[in-house]
């Protein structure tokens, strides 16, 4: 998937605005804590996959090669523009999203044990379609306690 990273250590808080009209399954673009292939976190607007048959915000976590959900909620169809955050607090994650200007709903949370520096950064998936879709991110910002 493509993909842009930044190396951090310790706590943070990632966040990040997606502009993105997914319509099949699955397409996901958003936030991603990067490990390596068999350790990460996705928080993602998308279509399908996981989180359903429909639009939603979904919270995964990878480890060899399979994909868990931590959390999902669905979207209205008409949605293309969505803030996405993902916090860290040691090995405590929490992923929230809202709707552009509203308030900040909590999806899901997880303990997951990742090295203290991983990759941070944003990434779009598309999977089980040969459908290309943009994804355009007005920011990326890292927040540290």
């Given at each position: 998937a493509p993909r842009l990273m930044v190396p951090h250590s310790g706590n943070?808080?990632?966040?990040?605005?997606?502009?993105f009209d997914p319509q099949e399954t699955y397409q996901g673009a958003?936030?991603?804590?990067?490990?390596?292939?068999?350790?990460?976190?996705?928080?993602?607007f998308s279509y399908g996959g996981m989180g359903g048959s429909a639009k939603n915000a979904v919270f995964v976590w990878g480890e060899?090669?399979?994909?868990d959900i931590a959390g999902s909620v669905d979207l209205p169809d008409m949605l293309t523009r969505i803030e996405l955050r993902l916090q860290r607090d040691g090995n405590q994650f929490k992923a929230s999203y809202r709707q552009v200007g509203g308030t900040w709903q909590?999806?899901?949370s997880i303990e997951y044990v990742l090295d203290s520096t991983v990759e941070v950064g944003i990434a779009q998936v598309t999977q089980y379609t040969p459908s290309e879709i943009p994804a355009d991110f007005d920011y990326f910002k890292v927040f540290v306690p």
């Open positions: 943070f808080t990632l966040e990040t605005l997606v502009e958003g936030l991603l804590v990067w490990q390596n292939q068999e350790r990460f976190l996705r928080l993602e060899n090669g399979g994909l909590e999806i899901g």
